[in-house]
């Protein structure tokens, strides 16, 4: 004997629970986002003395986790938009390091520390930067949950 049954598909449901921002799927993923961000701003290196003209700590102060939806679905977007006054995204610089490079002045002025008012010339030639990771090894925090 054959027995037979039917199913029906509550797709509101079906999204509240799986693709809301409010469901149990987004909440957790908004969790598990802070919980990445507060790695990285704990971990993430501080100059003493700040960098690009900011205040020491401005890179990790800007460290944040949102929430958001695309075409795919619900995401987490987590790290920092931390810019030099040019707006270069140096977090990444950081993270991964840089190669020795030249630094020239964008204007008909000398580079210079405006703390200390020693002046450089028009180009310096600098000697790079071994990398600080603070980004990858945030997601650690997952696997120890």
Do not use: C
């Not at 909440?27 to 961000?37: M, N, P, Y």
């Not at 840089?98 to 020239?104: D, S």
């Amino acid at each position: 004997m054959m027995h037979m049954a039917r199913v029906a598909w509550n797709y509101a449901e079906d999204e509240r629970l799986l693709h809301s921002e409010a469901g149990p799927v987004g909440r957790d993923l908004a969790r598990k986002g802070e919980r990445v961000a507060a790695e990285q701003r704990r971990t993430a290196p501080v100059s003493p003395d700040g960098s690009h003209g900011r205040e020491p700590g401005y890179m990790r102060d800007h460290i944040s986790s949102n929430l958001d939806r695309d075409s795919l679905g619900l995401y987490v977007d987590i790290g920092t938009d931390a810019k030099t006054p040019n707006g270069h995204a140096y977090p990444l610089d950081v993270e991964l390091g840089t190669r020795p490079h030249t630094i020239t002045s964008h204007g008909d002025y000398p580079l210079r520390n405006p703390k200390t008012g020693q002046v450089f010339g028009k180009t310096v030639e600098h000697p790079g930067a071994d990398p600080q990771p603070f980004l990858r090894p945030s997601l650690d925090v997952l696997r120890r949950e």
